[in-house]
């Protein structure tokens, strides 16, 4: 009778065990279908982190020391709050995505269509497209020139122009290869390892060049405030990448990682750019140029900061292109759904081709970088980093529900991206013009 009731007992606490265990496998289940609810990829924290790394550190490391030749120290203080400012910006950014419970935003311009209506679509669209052609097309600036000077006087040696189509048609292998985000974070790593090489080998370089030529004079100031707009203006293209955050961010298995991933790597691309900018306009002062290796004695060292620098900014260009031919493909409804496999796959790679065939362009044709990236940090991303996620945050949440000390920063970023996008805009286009008629 004991053993029977012992029996029994065990095969009610089995019956209980396994209703239990059915629970906590169904908690699972919810919290995995929470987690992708929306669709959402099995990218990790790692994914977001080399992905916004990759895509906002590179050539505007390259162009802060001469964004302090042109505004003075003052840009320690412009680099802190510019940095506050975008990582905020790019964490509202994603809150705008979820403002309706259970319902997910796909980009940027459906944020500034659901704050805005269809001005604000235009203007989303406008500033989006700039940048996500803008930003790739001046890496093959980089790209180009950078094999010129590295081939010069060899059997190697191209123009500038035949450089910029060979990488064009090399990049274009992984943007038909490539289908989301979620699978370019190997180069995304790549590319954030070889610009903390170029960083380390200016900060040791530019300090000892300058100690082994004290009769050099070097020039700083404090402030020059003519030279302020266009400073502004390189400091926010170092920043830019907010176009791009919805996709990473929907690449992320566990998306609430995102805040951490954005903060995470921002914060590193602040320390690249202060062991960059300091340590460059210290050492060259108001003769610095962009990018910053150009003004390095020819050696081991600028050959090397070369090189990894035209890895880097090859590695970024596909997330750009990613980024636009995956919007553009939901647009026309590319899929596997409507088209079977083979044809969206043909789809895909005539929207990726032409994508492509549009950056070789531009960039054969505004050969200048350190103005072209005033004109794209000026135009576009003084709208996308301070400007727009701003004023759509504050539209879709609300006004009086958000701390004073909150309103404020809000307010402080919005002026200065006005005041860049504004002023840094029309220096740009005047330097360019300078450029052309020379």
Known sequence: MIQENYASSDTSSDKFSKVEQTAIDRVEDDRASDINEFGHGNGSFLTAYFNVVCVVAGTGTLGLPKAFAEGGWLGILILILASAMAIYSG??????????????????????????????????????????????????????????????GTPGELTYQIWVVIWGCFLLVPSLILKTLKEVTVISAIGAICTMMAVFVV????????????????????????????????IAFSFGGNNTYPHAEHALKKPHQWKWAVTAGLSTCVGLYFLTAVPGY???????????????PDGPGKLLS???????????????????????????????????????????????????????????????????????????????????PILCYLKLTGVRNKPWYELAFCALTVFLGIVGCVFGTIDAIKALIRDFNS
């Open 306 to 388: 070369t090189i990894v620098m035209t890895i880097h900014v090859i590695f970024a260009i596909p997330i750009y292109s990613t980024s636009f031919s995956l919007e553009f493909e939901r647009f026309i409804n590319c899929s596997d759904e409507r088209f079977g496999k083979l044809g969206a796959w043909v789809g895909r790679a005539i929207i990726r081709t032409v994508t492509m065939g549009i950056l070789v362009v531009l960039a054969c044709f505004i050969p200048y970088f350190d103005d072209f990236m005033g004109l794209i940090g000026a135009l576009a991303n003084c709208g996308l980093v301070f400007l727009l």
């Open 282 to 296: 210290w050492s060259f002062g108001n003769t610095t140029q962009s990018p910053i290796y150009n003004s390095l």
């Open 91 to 152: 964490i509202v950014l994603i809150r705008c995505l979820y403002h309706q419970p259970g319902k997910r935003l796909h980009d940027y311009k459906a944020i500034g269509t659901a704050a805005f209506g269809w001005p604000g679509y235009i203007v989303a669209s406008v500033l989006h497209f700039l940048n996500l052609f803008g930003c790739p097309s001046l890496y093959l600036v980089l790209a180009g020139g950078n094999m010129v000077s590295l081939l010069k």
């Open 203 to 234: 900060l040791i370089q530019g300090p000892m060049y300058r100690h082994s030529h004290p009769e050099i004079p070097v020039v700083h100031d404090g402030v020059i405030w003519e030279g302020f707009p266009l400073a502004l203006s390189t």
